[in-house]
């Protein structure tokens, strides 16, 4: 099994930034890949950002690339996402995810664990 923690959301106004990390503890070994996921009030959860352990190779969704950088400590186990030039629609619960899969693609099914999230809101 592997627990993911997450912290750093918040309050911010239009335009601020927040990071939000994610600690990776017990078999971690075993994953591939470490997501970000969002999910506003009323909508489907979707994929936000990943990075894998190996290489560091960094995925995108269109929504958020050129704001929002992912970056890991792989000493700490720890997955980072720093959001720059948030937007009132960048408003939701943020969710770490990890996948045991190589192949993975950017689906919430493709992950096989996941945080509790943390809430970030942007104010306009």
């Known amino acids: 099994q592997v627990q993911l923690v997450e912290s750093g959301g918040g309050l911010v106004q239009a335009g601020g930034s927040l990071r939000l990390s994610c600690a990776a503890s017990?078999?971690?070994?075993?994953?591939?890949?470490m997501g970000w996921f969002r999910q506003a009030p009323g909508k489907e959860r979707e994929f936000v950002s990943a990075?894998?352990?190996?290489?560091?190779?960094?995925y995108y969704a269109d929504s958020v690339k050129g704001r929002f950088n992912i970056s890991k400590d792989n000493a700490e186990n720890t997955v980072y996402l720093q959001m720059n030039s948030l937007k009132p629609e960048d408003t939701a619960d943020y969710y770490c995810?990890?996948?045991?899969?190589?192949?993975?693609?950017?689906?919430?099914?493709?992950?096989?664990?996941w945080g509790q999230g943390t809430q970030v809101t942007v104010s306009s």
């Open positions: 995810a990890a996948t045991r899969s190589y192949y993975f693609r950017t689906y919430a099914e493709n992950f096989d664990y």
């Open positions: 017990g078999r971690t070994f075993s994953t591939q890949a």
């Open positions: 990075i894998r352990w190996s290489g560091g190779s960094t």
